[in-house]
């Protein structure tokens, strides 16, 4: 092995909501030929960013698809959203926040919804939020002072490989030995490969978040449950959960998709949002959501500041209104009510239930990737872009809010833009088309 | 012909190797071979009289799936676990509850010995009907 | 470039330049207040009409985590009401109490406002202010990174080392395009990272044996030895506790005996008061039931002590949204209210520990009734009117858009008489305000909403006047009043300045009537501080070396890069060359 040309350091990896800002990029002759310090999905994403890409505009002619020029795709693209009375614009997680910010001109141009994917994973933990509040935790922190770490429906291992390492399982300031200090826990349906990893591991029927949860809840209030087991967890054991968590000096929960997307949904992290504020009668308690995509948070946060809302935005009147349920996209899709999609940097192709996939097969689709999928198989136009992280800068938002730059590692492939740049197009054109 | 079905709890979630797969591409063997598989308990295979290997149908009120059996590491009797993705998609439900959020956890399932041969095509999934 | 403009014969207010309401006509050109214009210029005819600098919002949380954390936790707070529409010109978006970006400067805007502080930056999230300012049109703008709960601020203090400090003050206001310091609650913050308080200057810091004095002196002096243009912005400890006002007595007498910069008499700027200033009724006990109004005491206090400035934190009434960088204060008012409770960390990395927590403000109630009197009373009981700016500390004690009310409340008589009638009996039992005879004139307000937190904020040499040379922000608005009372017509000072005749944001016709014609960006003020070679390099690698220990990211990811701020900043040079290192 050649000594790589250039290392870049210090680079976010743009996968999971860790956004782990500490890889080394090696770069030879314009290519990416080593990664230090990333998990196996960051080497992944780094050294295979260039295979299986969208290798031109293309549009559907007669079941196939046919190479074009990008003015052509742009103007398909313009020409399918100008003539859509409801049109959906989703995805957005997996770009950086210049592009959320054009693809929310085009929703209010064109009166159209704007959706990103935290309406699949972490929509009901902002549901519960606007319930009931939300007491939330920062990574630096938790390294250096929790002493009492539950991950709750979550499979770090899997899904946020370097969480562990980076930021629970690693010494800090207050916690000089990671082992004896602090105490990990894990909560879930099934003993996960995280499972084997913590120093406890509670397992409770599927579906039984919101009565364990609930019943945490009475018994730090002293209230006795007139019942032996929880959701398959005998009282007593929940009493000691109960007691070690009232005792921690600074406690931690970490939740996933397990609380979210299960039954209860929303329900869920209002529970946990309440008993996180009960303990803070106690002790210091705070929560985060292990996020998926490496800038949901940051859709939910241009979402925000331009409109008001996190997700689930309709431009149909106007100005922005909110409802999820209503504007967002499964809701949308499975009931065939929108016309045309604006897909940016998403595959509900591949991750939507069958009943949405009905819809996606009817209506016109503009996708927007740098990568084939199962949506670009479908879609109507297909505009290939630049890795937002690798190919071209950007910002994003980590999973406890903190905003981190995207470096340019190396260039796009020729004629390959950003996001950013494809969209402004799109704006620009539907603009003058507007005007019409 | 009568089926000897296994009822079981359906859920679906993250891997190492679907997240690395899918950074490779949506489209590749690699990925279908990460998403395309449920995992199952030992004596529910044999309940099944299969070998971890062979196909199975994963079957929900809102659709069928025919996938790999797997062993489970865990050994929990009555929890199916399938990768997310396209193959678990279609036996979940679009019912958000007027939250947005489909079920994709703790669905009631039966899974099957498979008459087919083959997985199911992952093609047809995208034409709508399956 | 834009055209030059002549207003003919407005009625003009300037208090830096001693105009108190003369007709006089100002010209504009090239974005500044000129001695003349030629006969090309757009003549522009403000007869009968009140000509003001632009406005000077010195602390408004209109950008970051704690807002946005806010506007996606209470989405039923962005209907209360009407939305913008999308137009030609403008963005579309939502009001209410927090507003979403574009709207919110198109309001201000319309009000007649042209600059705006965010006085609350949690430092390492710059990256995402900056992004937001680029989307909040028509206002100048500028950031107070917050130092308080700071643990390499704690490094600075606990060794004694004032010149490190000041080098921090000066990376940190580099690395995230800061205007100045602000301090939130010192310690308590920090504490609250165990679930408590510090409730009082001298109570020791857990884990570092410093105390709240220590910290507020520390910065003010390491403040004062760099000469920024602002002074330390203290959001005191103990806040939003009956019996307060002798904590914050305390701290601003910590600091009294400390030199100013080149002899500038002032040291420390105190916000919201209304919220630092609770006072008891004699044999009282520091319990809500027993509260009533510091106002009058802060006011004598006020006049006999030079060396502070304040500002109101104006209640009003109606929903409100609270949002500080004081965690445990916001979960006392949490425990309180019982409604939702939003918690940003207080860590290391991220000094800020906000909460935020829906409050609504009621007349009937007797804590909010004497709420209310506490900074009417101070300010219609104080000497010296450019030591008191006139805010609502947006979003907490009620929007900006609220800030004609409050004038009216401060300029008339008949208007405080119609709210005292409305408001609980503890109103006039336990504040002198129904007494009170004052109220302040069009010069006095112009001053507290223009020129005064212009000359605080260190801008007033081009922002807060209309002299030549000034920055061409001005506002006009319909009301006359060399022939119209006010006082006796309330009604007409909430209208007149809930809608601006005209705006002019540097020299750029930007609003008429309300609505708003023209969205450029305005300026983001940014210092850049020059420290001596060898302090700054000492402090560059000492701050790597913090940073790199306590945080979960890399160092050299901390500061807000050049693409996200160059084309909205205006950087102003600052010789620091004298701090020794
Ligand atoms: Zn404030």
Redesign the pocket.
């Known amino acids: 092995m050649t000594e790589a040309e250039k290392v870049f350091t210090d680079v976010p990896c743009t996968f999971c909501g860790c956004l782990c800002d500490d890889i080394e990029v090696e770069v030879n002759d314009g290519k990416i030929v080593g990664i230090k310090n990333g998990c196996a999905i960051c080497k992944s994403r780094f050294l295979k960013h260039h295979e299986n890409r969208l290798e031109h505009p293309s549009i559907m002619k007669d079941g196939e698809q046919s190479s074009v020029s990008l003015d052509e795709a742009v103007s398909k693209a313009v020409e399918i959203i100008a003539s859509a009375r409801r049109l959906l614009i989703y995805g957005l997680s997996s770009t950086e926040n210049d592009a959320h910010r054009e693809a929310y001109k085009i929703a209010e141009l064109a009166g159209g919804v704007v959706d990103n994917t935290s309406s699949v994973c972490h929509g009901p933990t902002i549901l519960g939020v606007q319930e009931s509040g939300e007491a939330a935790g920062a990574l630096a922190e938790v390294r250096n002072r929790a002493d009492l770490v539950i991950y709750w429906g979550s499979n770090p291992l899997a899904a946020h490989p370097r969480h562990i390492s980076r930021y629970t399982r690693v010494a800090g300031e207050y916690i000089k030995d990671p082992k004896k200090d602090r105490k990990i826990w894990l909560v879930d349906i099934r003993k996960s490969e995280t499972a084997r990893t913590v120093d406890k591991f509670i397992k409770l029927q599927p579906g039984t978040d919101l009565e364990v949860i609930s019943s945490l809840r009475a018994l730090l209030r002293g209230h006795r449950l007139a019942v032996d087991e929880v959701g398959g967890i005998p009282v007593s054991e929940l009493q000691e959960a109960v007691d070690a968590m009232k005792n921690a000096k600074y406690g931690i929960l970490f939740f996933g998709l397990g609380l979210t997307q299960s039954k209860g949904r929303f329900r869920n992290i209002d529970a946990a949002v309440r008993l996180i504020q009960d303990l803070n009668s106690y002790t210091k308690w705070n929560m985060m959501p292990m996020r998926g995509h490496y800038n949901v948070s940051g859709a939910n946060k241009t979402s925000t500041w331009q409109t008001g809302y996190p997700y689930a935005v309709d431009f149909a009147r106007g100005y922005p209104r909110y409802q999820p349920g209503e504007y967002t996209a499964v809701d949308l899709l499975a009931r065939g009510e929108v016309d045309a999609m604006l897909n940016i940097a998403a595959d509900p192709a591949a991750h939507f239930p069958k009943a949405c996939l009905k819809t996606l097969s009817q209506i016109p689709i503009i996708n927007i990737d740098p990568k084939e999928n199962m949506t670009s198989r479908l879609a109507t136009v297909n505009i290939p872009v630049a890795v937002a992280g690798i190919e071209c800068d950007g910002a994003a938002v980590r999973m406890d809010g903190l905003p981190l730059y995207l470096h340019k590692i190396i260039d796009p492939p020729e004629g390959v833009l950003p996001d950013r740049d494809v969209l402004g197009m799109i704006y620009k054109k539907l603009e003058k088309e507007v005007k019409k | 012909m009568s089926r000897v079905g296994v009822k079981v709890t359906l859920t679906s979630g993250r891997t190492l190797l679907q997240g690395r797969t899918l950074e490779e591409g949506k489209l590749t063997d690699a990925y279908r071979d990460a998403v395309s598989y449920v995992e199952l308990d030992g004596a529910t295979l044999d309940a099944l009289g299969i070998e971890p290997g062979s196909l199975v149908e994963v079957e929900t009120i809102y659709g069928s799936v025919v996938v790999t059996a797997k062993k489970s590491r865990g050994e929990e009797p009555g929890i199916a676990f399938m990768p997310c993705g396209p193959y678990a998609n279609t036996v979940t439900s679009d019912d958000t509850q007027e939250t947005g959020m489909p079920s994709f956890k703790s669905i009631e399932a039966q899974v099957f010995k498979a008459d087919a041969s083959t997985i199911s095509d992952i093609e047809k999934f995208v034409g709508g009907n399956p | 470039m834009s055209k030059d403009i002549i207003l003919k014969n407005g009625i003009v207010y300037d208090p830096k330049n001693g105009i108190d309401g003369e007709v006089k006509d100002i010209c504009i050109s090239d974005g500044k207040i000129v001695e003349k214009v030629g006969e090309k210029a757009k003549v522009i005819d403000v007869k009968g009409k009140t000509v003001l600098p632009g406005g000077v919002d010195m ?1 408004s ?1 209109i950008v970051g985590s704690k807002l946005n954390f806010g506007r996606a936790m209470c989405p039923e707070a962005h209907r209360l009401e009407k939305p913008m529409m999308r137009t030609k010109k403008t963005r579309s978006g939502v009001t209410g109490i927090m507003f979403s970006s574009y709207t919110l400067g198109y309001r201000y805007s319309s009000m007649g406002y042209t600059t705006v502080i965010e ?2 930056l949690p430092p390492m999230k710059a990256l995402g202010t900056w992004e937001e300012l680029e989307d909040i049109p028509n206002l100048n703008k500028a950031l107070l990174p917050m130092f308080g709960n700071n643990m390499v601020t704690y490094h600075y203090v606990k060794e004694g080392d004032l010149s490190g400090l000041a080098g921090f003050i000066s990376w940190i206001l580099k690395a995230t395009g800061g205007w100045g310091v602000k301090v939130v609650n010192p310690g308590g913050t920090y504490a609250w990272a165990y679930g408590k308080n510090i409730r009082e200057p001298d109570t020791e810091i857990p884990q570092w044996g410093i105390t709240p004095r220590e910290v507020i002196r520390s910065l003010v002096m390491a403040t004062e030895s760099l000469g920024l243009p602002h002074v330390v912005h203290l959001h005191p400890n103990n806040l939003g506790r009956v019996g307060n006002i002798h904590t914050t007595i305390e701290e601003l007498d910590a600091v009294k005996d400390i030199k100013g910069f080149k002899g500038r008499k002032q040291t420390i700027h105190l ?2 008061m209304s919220f630092e200033t609770l006072d008891m009724v004699e044999e009282g006990k520091p319990e809500w039931k027993d509260v009533s109004s510091g106002g009058l005491a802060f006011a004598k206090y006020m006049n006999k002590n030079k060396h502070f400035t304040a500002d109101l934190g104006q209640i009003t009434f109606g929903p409100a949204m609270t949002m ?1 960088g004081d965690g445990p204060f916001q979960f006392t008012l949490h425990q309180m209210t019982k409604t939702k409770w939003g918690n940003i960390p207080v860590d290391v990395e991220l000094p800020g520990g906000a909460g935020i927590v829906p409050y609504n403000f009621e007349m009937k109630s007797p804590a909010n009734s004497i709420q209310w009197t506490i900074p009417l009373e101070f300010a219609l009981s104080v000497d010296d009117i450019w030591r008191v700016v006139m805010t609502t ?1 947006h979003p ?1 004690a009620g929007p900006f858009t609220k800030y004609p009310l409050v004038l009216s409340w401060l300029m008339s008589k008949k208007q405080r008489a119609i709210w005292l009638d409305k408001m609980h009996k503890f109103a006039r039992e336990r504040s002198t305000l129904e007494g009170i005879e004052r109220e302040w004139t069009m010069y006095e307000a112009t001053i507290s909403t223009r020129a005064a937190p212009a000359k605080i904020l260190g801008i007033d040499s081009r922002k807060g006047h209309l002299g030549i040379g000034a920055d061409a922000d001005v506002s006009v608005y319909s009301f006359n009043p060399l022939k119209t009372n006010l006082a006796e017509n309330p009604d007409l000072i909430v209208q007149g300045f809930s809608e601006s005749a005209l705006t002019i944001l540097s020299g750029e016709v930007v609003a008429k009537k309300g609505v708003v014609q023209k969205t450029p960006h305005g300026k983001v003020m940014t210092l850049d501080p020059q420290l001596n070679d060898d302090l700054a390099a000492r402090v560059a690698s000492e701050v790597e070396g913090m940073i790199t220990r306590w945080y979960a990211h890399s160092f050299k990811n901390y500061p807000a890069p050049e693409r996200y701020r160059a084309h909205l900043e205006e950087r102003i040079p600052l010789d620091a060359r004298s701090v020794t290192a």
Do not use: W
């Open positions: 602390h949380h006085p609350a916000t919201h500080t500390d907490n």
